[in-house]
């Protein structure tokens, strides 16, 4: 099953040391029964898109939660078995999934970052927040001009090079 990890640059870089992410159990977003159900239409790539857009939101979470890291969301393609994976989140949080086991850097097949122009914006965005979580419509403008970018992809054997 591929699923989508959100993580920051800090933690990448962790990845890459310990070559694994623990412990068990790990948040992640995947297409599941309950994304499918909650879309009328769309093919995989179009749910994959969609789970992959909820964990650059959480990645945006972690940055609120480490002021030094660098503020570019970073999301992890990964592929485990679908033994490893559970999901619970139901249509409240239909991408949300639980991975069982740690992850380790063998299962990852991808990286989705932020470029650089994008920082401005998700700086404004993790600081709006809190208050976009609140109901402020100017916050949740904010966050959605952060989420407007697109994340950029990078092959497994480009990923240390995000973290010099």
Do not use: C
């Not at 069982?100 to 709006?128: C, F, I, Q, Y």
Request: glycine fraction near 4%.
């Amino acid at each position: 099953m591929r699923v989508y990890l959100p993580t920051t640059l800090p933690a990448l870089a962790e990845l890459l040391r310990t070559a694994e992410i623990g412990p068990a159990p790990v948040r992640a977003f995947a297409v599941t029964p309950a994304l499918r159900e909650s879309y009328a239409s769309g093919d995989q790539e179009e749910l994959e898109y969609v789970a992959m857009i909820h964990a650059a939101r959480a990645s945006m979470r972690m940055l609120a939660l480490d002021p030094l890291a660098p503020r570019r969301r970073v999301v992890l393609a990964v592929d485990v078995p679908d033994r490893e994976v559970e999901h619970d989140g139901g249509f409240d949080e239909p991408t949300s999934v639980e991975i069982v086991v740690p992850v380790r850097l063998t299962n990852v097949v991808s990286g989705h970052v932020d470029d650089k122009l994008a920082v401005k914006d998700v700086t404004e965005a993790v600081t709006a927040l809190a208050a976009a979580d609140d109901g402020d419509e100017d916050a949740r403008f904010v966050v959605d001009g952060a989420e407007g970018h697109e994340l950029l992809w990078y092959a497994t054997q480009e990923l240390p090079y995000l973290t010099q």
